[in-house]
């Protein structure tokens, strides 16, 4: 049966202190606090620097054993680098099979040499919405659906209207029944619309944590 997780990407923002996180709520809390509302969270520190090993246990310890997290590769590889053929060699211990994905910004994606690539390596390709910035790309490429939204009117600021969530709700729920996971990550942080935005669809995808 296929699984459905929506969560929030990144959990410390300084504008949700005293919204989404209760007022007086400590900042080594907030990572427990949105874990228990929400069935994955993306790691986007990761995409920034170096995270220390040490740093992924002590996150794995705040959250319930059921949680999923999703890792942000490094922006050295992906926008520095450009993709570039450099050898990169890293190690995950891990007790299940790792899964990639990979968010297109550009055109030249929009093809189907692009899409048989991706599926010939089972990586997913990112579905992401954009507020029509980048591409919005539904292909199926891999077991899961990876789904980024990042606002649809205003890019990282804008929120969803209830229409815009059914919307989303009715394509994850069309990917489901096709035996597709499914992982959707709210990424309109400025606003603190992420977390809300987040709780909504999975209200109506019934989908609870816990």
Known sequence: MATIRVGIAGWTYAGWRG????????????L??????????????????????????????????????????????THMKKL????VWARADADRPLRHALEVRHDSFC???????????DVALVVADTAGRWPLLERVTSDFMYVRLHGDKELYVSGY??????????????????????????????????????????????????
């Open 19 to 30: 919204e989404f996180y209760p007022p007086g709520l400590v900042h080594r809390l907030e």
């Open 32 to 77: 427990a606090y949105a874990a228990q509302r929400f069935g994955s969270i993306e790691i986007n520190g990761s995409f920034y620097s170096l995270q220390r090993p040490s740093s992924y246990l002590a996150w794995r310890e705040q959250v319930p054993p059921e949680h999923v997290f999703a890792v942000k590769g490094g922006r050295f590889i």
């Open 161 to 210: 209207s209830g229409e815009a969530l059914d919307s989303w709700a009715a394509r994850i729920r069309g990917w489901a029944d096709q035996g597709l996971d499914v992982f959707a990550y709210f990424d309109n942080d400025v606003k603190v619309r992420a977390p809300y935005d987040a709780l909504a669809l999975m209200d109506r995808l019934g989908l609870t944590v816990g």
């Open 84 to 87: 570039a053929g450099d050898r």
């Open 111 to 121: 093809s189907e040499e692009a899409v048989q690539l991706l599926a010939e390596h």
